[in-house]
């Protein structure tokens, strides 16, 4: 039997909820590390604690139940409205996925489940010797495995979240690649264009944010090599438009280069409609001897 039916024969057999409401129970939920996180819908939350004391008879080595009332909002994009409802309090989780550690707060940090197909194929793309900016690094989700699998030149990994960079310290030590990492604190729209500035050029440059971070653009290509560099840009699509391609040649076109797309993939379902997309672009210089650019 599925989670659901499960779950409902629980509270119907025990006449936890009403029998209207037990159609409201989730189709599932998010493991961390024996940390089961729910997202209730509102008609059942007064009875969440309930609902979670029957967790653990369903499901093995549950060590807590939490529920998520919020989304992942602000600048730090950050999982808001979290719940402890049974079990352990601690926060702190280390979560192992295609042979990378990634330690964070699930409270204070975001992890999404649905992007670990891209987690995973982000670093497959990765040459030999590259030197790579991670603009958006939070806690390493796309740095940490393209250094621990393909083992670049260098990284350089900007996060402007204390906590997430933080974490990002401790998964470069966990994870033993602090000889390819270089993480740097502060506003990737600053940092990189000082990175330029020093003579450091990226083969690739990652700019994972949702939305898509169309005003870090010029940044970006302040400090891209002058050939063949490709940027991976994130963001809401329709399922067929061509939006994200369309605004980010827009931009760049402005400041001398031509794009091609290389790739588009849908990460998965945002809302209704809507699609977490990203997008491989290669960025050529109209005219290579003119390829710096001044940000305003
Ligand atoms: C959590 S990751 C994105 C993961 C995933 N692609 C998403 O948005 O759903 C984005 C990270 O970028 C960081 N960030 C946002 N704007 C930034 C900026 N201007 N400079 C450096 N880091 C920034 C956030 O703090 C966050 O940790």
């Given at each position: 039997m599925r989670f659901k039916q499960l779950l409902q024969a629980k509270l119907s057999e025990k006449g936890i909820i009403p029998k209207e409401l037990?159609?409201?129970?989730?189709?599932g939920f998010q493991d961390l590390n024996h940390r089961i996180i729910l997202k209730l819908h509102p008609k059942i939350e007064p009875y969440a604690v309930q609902i979670a004391e029957y967790i653990p008879q369903i499901l093995q080595n549950v060590e807590a139940v939490w529920n998520r009332k919020?989304?992942?909002?602000g600048q730090y994009r950050e999982p808001a409205g979290l719940v402890h409802l049974w079990g352990d309090q601690s926060t702190e989780v280390i979560i192992t996925e295609n042979n990378v550690r990634y330690k964070f707060d699930f409270t204070k940090i975001m992890f999404a489940k649905g992007n670990a197909t891209e987690r995973n194929r982000v670093p497959k793309k990765v040459q030999k010797g590259e030197i790579i900016i991670d603009m958006f690094t939070g806690i390493g989700y796309f740095s940490l495995g393209m250094a621990k699998t393909r083992r670049p030149k260098k990284i350089y990994s900007i996060e402007w979240n204390p906590t997430a960079f933080h974490y990002l310290q401790e998964n470069i030590r966990l994870n033993k690649v602090s000889d390819i990492i270089e993480p740097i604190f502060g506003d990737c729209r600053e940092i990189v264009p000082k990175l330029a500035s020093e003579g450091i050029f990226a083969d690739r440059i990652i700019m994972g944010l949702l939305p898509a971070p169309t005003d870090a653009i010029p940044a970006a290509l302040s400090a891209v090599k002058p050939e063949g560099t490709l940027i991976i840009y994130e963001g809401i699509d329709k399922k067929e438009s061509t939006r994200l391609f369309d605004e980010f040649s827009s931009i760049t076109s402005k400041y001398g280069y031509f794009c091609e797309l290389k790739e588009r993939r849908i990460v998965k379902n945002y809302k209704p409609h809507e699609y977490h997309v990203v997008v491989e672009i290669f960025v050529i210089p109209q005219n290579c001897t003119s390829f710096k650019i001044t940000i305003n």
């Open positions: 037990l159609d409201f129970v989730p189709r919020g989304e992942i909002e």
